[in-house]
């Protein structure tokens, strides 16, 4: 079963689960992943700076992670 991502996790566990995610999220316009900030910064803290919607985020996320433990 492929792990879940939600909107109150940590943007650097999202990347320690699967560095898949880091063209998703660059795509998205969050360039911080880098930034020293995802060490302690929610997906949703970071999509409030950014002006995101979490919610269609996350989605996309799992739906990569589902794609992905089903190969």
Known sequence: MAAKIT?????????????GCVPIL???GMHCIG??????????EACMVHG??????VDKLN???ANVDGE
Not at 35 to 44: F, N, R, Y
Not at 52 to 57: A, H, I
């Open 26 to 28: 660059l795509n998205e």
């Open 7 to 19: 909107k109150d996790m940590i943007i650097a566990d999202i990347l320690n689960i699967n560095m």
């Open 63 to 65: 739906e990569f992670l």
């Open 52 to 57: 995101l919607d979490v919610d269609p985020l």
């Open 35 to 44: 930034c020293p900030a995802s060490q302690g910064e929610s997906l949703e």
